[in-house]
């Protein structure tokens, strides 16, 4: 078991998340749909993750909490996916390779547990970061 | 109500008859009236040269295939640094791009040339909103376009079990639908075999699986089109087009026109308009022995009332050739290289796109060059042979005034002759270095208003007769002295003195002042509804095409400023 | 030759497009008509003179005519932009398309430059200290006729695209790269000095890339044909020698297939 | 009595399905029932007719509040700010109607500033292919009367395309496809095993990132060369490849549908090149045809009005008054935003709050930030003005132009809420104060 591990990330559409979209971005639906990492069972078990724990992710531009599992759509192992949305958005690299599009797919993330640390809402992360949230 | 009377001009119409004598026109309301009041406000064009305003009769300025033209190719508008074009804006919008221009630039330099009037050449039915969108946001010009036919499943089965009202009562049905203005063919059969991967070259190639042949698929179309009795006739792009050798199977599709009478209400006497003749002009084996066969087709087109033709004259510029021919385009880039973009449209047509440099230093573009400019040359009647660069496939439809100084200018031909490398081969070739003819200013009024408007049946709106639009154009050309020098006759073609579209001016001095209302031309083919036509339609549309029926007609409020020409067919 | 140096008095907001900044523009005009230049920062049109004072005198022309700019320009772009002699000298950092379009001349960056450093450059030099971004010498976008002649040498590191399209000239980068060199490629020289990633010559149809580091994922469309020496920048190294694209379509020259070459060094 | 609806274009995905139906109420405001839709279109529909849709436009107010303002204040506010700009931008119209995008397109040319679409984010790189290798493709009947052998790469239409297979590609039966998927052969190339890889013939799974590699692979293999492989390209086998190849090849009729695998990962645009080089490859010994699938039902549409009116389809610098400049990296909204391009910024019809990776939105964020949308969204919910609008399918018509850039008629279903104005007339009434502002002299 290690402390954290450096996977490869992607974020990519999902049925659900194009459903909760539609109800709303403050929807229960949304943070249920987008706040979630899908990865391999090899690499949740190396890190000693639980399916439907919390986990903690860091890219080179910033950090985030979202909810362990494997999915339906499997993962290979090092390959992992977090939602189109907001969270996902929380760690994407905004470097675009001159071409306009961020680093969506292919980017190196670490993953450790944090089972304590609780998900924000949509509004929370977005909000936050720039300075207009007004909490609970 | 508003007068206006343009006074002393030297005016060429060809219509009413006026080979560039002293007259003045008057306009009121829009129109051409006999005369005006003296509040009337007054135009000098005394030393100038009057003419009705420019009709395109094939160009390819809106639509799907143009603009994926416009999309793919950024290069078009920022060529090694600079944007080309150089055009201050004039008008309310800016003007882009150079071999296809922006819709606003294509409004506005028609409308600097003193053209009023496009035929938009290819418009594929099932995209046709598009189409009309597009001219929404083309200013000035008032513009038409022509559905695609050559290559529809549904003319298919008509023309093969020989239903000739079923066909017609389709293409009444089509025309209304898409809003279009006539029947343009493009690679009869060959089109269709692209959708495999093959083609037509002949006209008695048969179609994959549809049992027909391009001269079936003509004829049937030929014959509908006179039982309708449309303003235009019908306009093709034959197969095997821009190969060596192809005059043969061009001169085999005008004679599929022999024996048949143009039969409308509109003045128009030809039953087959053949389009862009110089890239169906072609002699030869194999780009090796290049040559051109324009004295053999103008033979045929000169002898045969019942035909006219368009140059699509080669500019020697770096251009984008597009086209509903799919095969040839494929063909084009084997050969260039360069991007190329196709689209096949479900049931209907295709198009492909492909980037074209005809540089003056290789030996072929200077053929192709000669081979545009002996059409004209050779033509006996000018009414039937008029003025295009098939735009932007032979180069862009801003250089008309260049192609008009070639044909009014030998000096002018011997110059351009003068820079190509290969000058030697490119006269071997053809026979443009010993044709002395000179075109003059009626001629040209006929090449590019009269005849065009005549064979599309819109000569009483298109003209300087009583009852016309006042659309004119009145350049800075003295038709008593013209210049010596060559470059100002294509100078005073580039930029009017003055255009009016309406009796609105709209040009002044080369410069846009005004962007008046514009049209949109359709034909309204008024015929009792054909039961087994609907229910084919019906039957297509829930098997076979991925848009539903409901849909696919061009809503009303999705035409800009239609305006119908009309006719009854019992 | 003369030389006007530029000085940077205050730095725009956004960023200043210093299109006019070339020794062409310069040449035969006066201090106080180089400062009313124009010069745009979006849709404002200023004068180079609103941000740079200016001492020296400009040549009679181009190819009289230097440029020094001194100051924090990392907010200014095409600098040296269609220039085609003469000399440009940034002594700082600065931001793209410097060289964009060039004919000839010589332009240095003391530090480093950002993307479309010497993009669709016809002939000149190009000569970074620092690095450089995204496509280095490659074509404008559509076009096929990408960099076709003169020297681009970057000496730190560049980001991917470098050459695309190009079809003349020679670009050294002297340390590592990212991905896509000489993609599309017709003709000329890329001489990367560090690393690359990979896709080195993909779509290639002519054209010698000179790789000095490794190639991490190489292309499949690559095969060894054989161990040469090659004269590279001044000295002699082994390299193993192979062609591509085998997917790409490929040309003839008097009835021999021209292929396109990486030679990777021993 | 209810009324029945008929062939309604559905506003969601670029399929832009138009064969929905509809039962609207007798007053014409509620939504009572759609039939003929995938589970999002259904929300669609649902929100439209919500009680809770927002009516007026929302100013911040300095204490973080949103406060109800009139549309001509907000149609003021808009207008001076743009002006005022040194270099707005435009962002968004994945759910504008072309006429809405057109006349962005003149707020724009006006304000002299930056339009951009979400395709910068999404298959902007596809653009950039087409630029640089052309686009062989063909409008979706094509696949569907005559395609037998179908490949997605890098695209899972079963989560974003839903109604994509059986209306267009696997399922259905066409004219020359009468047994629809039995004659089919399906390939999918994805690194994860999605839902759409489930239903297919063949899963190559790539190494993520290496698309490029396999591409090349292929297409050695169309030259001849595939004895030359190596035995392994991006994690799959030479034998697969081998195999997959050949059924390429002896495809009567083929498409390649791509999306966000492609146009997201390293290298971006020359994924797309490479796949277009292999479809021209293929259209030696085959026919075959490309298709990018596009995310939104109209997000093709500010492409295409962009291209007829400016010559670029996206990535606008109209900053200049006499021409437009575009180059991605350059003028594309992410990266302008994370240099600190722009001076203001609006967004349109998409929610970069939500879709922007984080940092972006922060230095955007430092300027004036305005949302047209109907909906309450994340961009909404940090802006200084939100401007609601109608919605276009839903409470407004209007031309779209599917993945294929097939235009679509779409009507309008039911009245708007009272009051609010559709992108088209607020944008014209932005683009007029503009001009009324430009000649009284107060710009």
Known sequence: MTANKTLNMITQRAVEEGIAMEIGKTSKQYFDACSIIEMNEQDMKELGIMRNTNVRVKSESGEVVVKATVGRQACYPGLCHIRQGVWANQVVPPRTQSTGAPQYSGFPVTVEPAPNDKLKTALELVQGAVGLWKGD | MSELIIKNGYVFDPISGLKGDKADISVKDGKIVDKVSNKAEVIDAAGKTVMAGGVDIHCHVAGPKVNLGREMRPEDKFFRGEYRGGILKQGKRMEMGFSIPSTWKTGYAYARMGYTFTNEAAMPPLLAPHVHEEFRDTPILDQAAMPVFGNNWFCFEYIKNKELENNAAYIAWLLNATKGIGIKVVNPGGTEAWAWGENCTTINDPVPYFDITPAEIVKGLIEANEYLGLPHSVHIHGNNLGNPGNYKDTIDTLKLAEGTKAKNKFGREQVLHNTHLQFHSYKGTSWADFESGAKEVMDYVNSNKNITVDIGQVTLDETTTMTADGPFEYHLNQLNHIKWANVDVELETGSGIVPYIYDKNIKVCGIQWAIGLEIGLYAKDLMRVHITTDHPNAGPFTRYPRVIKWLMSQKAREATLDTMKWKDKVIAASNIASMDRELGLYDIAMMTRAGPAKALGLSSIYSLTKGADANIAIYNLDANKLPSDPELIEAAFQNTAYTLKEGVVVVKDGQIVAEPPKYTLWTKVNMPENAQVMHDIKEKFSRNYTVNLENYAVFDEHVHNARAIELDVA | METVTMTLTSQPELFLECYNVTPDQFAGKSLAEIAALPAHEGKIQWKLGDFFKFDGKAGETAADTKIVVNGDVRRMKRFGQKMSAGEIVINNDTDMYIGGWMTGGKITVKGNADSFLGIAMEGGEILIEGDAQNHVGSAYRGDWRGMSGGLIRVKGKAGNDIGTAMTGGTIIIEGDAFIHVLTHAEGGTVIIKGDVEGRVGGQMVKGDAYIFGNILYPLPGFKKIATVEKEVDGATYTFDQFIGDLGERKTKKKGEIIYGNIYLKK | ?443
């Open chain 4, 1 to 443: 009595m209810p009324k029945v609806i008929e062939n309604v274009g559905c506003p969601y995905c670029g399929c832009s399905c138009d064969d929905v139906r509809v039962t609207v109420s007798d007053d014409g405001k509620d939504i009572l029932e759609v039939e003929n839709v995938c589970a999002i279109g259904t929300e669609i529909f649902k929100h439209g007719c919500s009680k809770d849709r927002i009516k007026l436009p929302r100013m911040r107010q300095p204490d973080g509040s949103m406060k109800d303002i009139s549309y001509e204040e907000a149609i003021d506010w808009t207008a001076r700010h743009l002006l005022k700009a040194k270099k707005p931008l435009m962002y968004g119209f994945g759910s504008t109607n072309c006429e809405g995008q057109a006349a962005a397109a003149r707020v724009m040319e006006i304000a002299g500033g930056m339009l951009d679409n979400c395709a910068t984010i999404c298959h902007g790189p596809s653009f950039l292919a087409i630029f640089d290798n052309g686009y062989p493709t063909c409008t979706l009947g094509e696949v569907k009367n005559r395609a037998d052998v179908i490949v997605y790469w890098g695209s899972n239409p079963a989560h974003a395309h839903p109604r994509h297979m059986s209306r267009y590609s696997i399922f259905p039966r066409g004219f020359f496809t009468g047994k629809g998927q039995k004659k089919r052969t399906v390939i999918v190339i994805d690194p994860r095993f999605t839902d759409t890889a489930n239903v297919a013939d063949y899963h190559l799974q790539i190494k993520q990132g290496h698309d490029y590699e396999l591409f090349n692979a292929f297409r050695m293999v169309i030259q001849g060369h595939g004895n030359d492989l190596p035995d392994e390209v991006a994690g799959v086998k030479k034998e697969q490849i081998l195999e997959v190849a050949e059924i390429m090849k002896n495809a009567r009729f083929g498409t390649v549908f791509f999306g966000m695998g492609l146009t997201h990962s390293d290298g971006r645009n020359h994924n797309i090149d490479i796949a277009i080089s292999l479809t021209r490859d293929l259209n030696k010994v085959s026919k075959w045809t490309i298709m990018a699938m596009r995310g939104h039902y109209n997000i093709t549409g500010p492409g295409v009005v962009w291209s007829w009116t400016f010559g670029f389809p996206y990535c606008l610098d109209l900053t200049k008054q006499n021409h437009a400049h575009m180059n991605p990296g350059e003028t594309s909204s992410v990266d302008m935003a994370m240099r600190d391009e722009v001076d203001m910024f609006i967004n349109i019809g998409t929610d970069a709050g939500a879709h922007f990776p984080i940092p972006a939105v922060k230095h955007l964020k430092k300027h004036p930030w305005v949302t047209i949308d109907p909906s309450i969204n994340m961009a909404s919910e940090i802006s200084d003005l939100h401007i609601p609008v109608c919605i276009c399918g839903v409470d407004v018509g209007g031309i779209v132009y599917r993945m294929d850039n097939v235009p679509i008629q779409f009507r309008k279903v039911i009245e708007p809420p009272e009051g609010v104005m559709d992108d088209e007339t607020l944008l014209n009434k932005i683009a007029d104060r503009m001009e009324e502002l430009k000649a009284k002299g107060e710009a």
